[in-house]
């Protein structure tokens, strides 16, 4: 993909991202915000890859300061869902692996 297709690809997905975000919160009364996502990665590799940074990063532009930091992303492994890590975006700026479990 072009640097440009990929630079026009990005801004729709901010957009839209936006837009989500704007709408959660309007029918809500402003009482729901975008807390996070969950994905999975096509490998056992389950660190953030760039485009989960840049996906985080992008979400938390979009939320009130005072909820920014509960951002949450969960990465499953595509072949075998028992095994996720979870992680909180941080006031670092970084995505920082919490502790979970199922029960």
């Known amino acids: 993909m072009s640097p440009f297709l990929y630079g026009c690809k990005?801004?729709?997905?901010?957009?839209?991202?936006?837009s989500?975000?704007?709408y959660?919160?309007?029918?809500?009364n402003?009482?729901?915000?975008?807390?996070?996502d969950w994905h999975t990665h096509l490998s056992s590799n389950l660190l953030p890859s760039p485009t989960?940074?840049?996906?985080?990063?992008?979400?938390a532009s979009y939320l009130p300061e005072d909820i920014r930091f509960s951002?949450?992303?969960v990465i499953f492994n595509h072949f075998s869902p028992k095994n996720f890590k979870v992680y909180?975006?941080?006031?670092?700026?970084?995505l920082k692996e919490v502790n979970c479990k199922i029960i």
């Open 10 to 18: 990005f801004m729709l997905v901010n957009l839209l991202i936006y």
């Open 52 to 59: 989960d940074y840049k996906a985080a990063q992008t979400l």
């Open 24 to 28: 959660l919160n309007k029918v809500s």
């Open 30 to 36: 402003n009482s729901l915000y975008y807390l996070g």
């Open 88 to 94: 909180n975006y941080t006031q670092k700026r970084i």
């Open 20 to 22: 989500y975000c704007n």
């Open 71 to 73: 951002l949450i992303t």
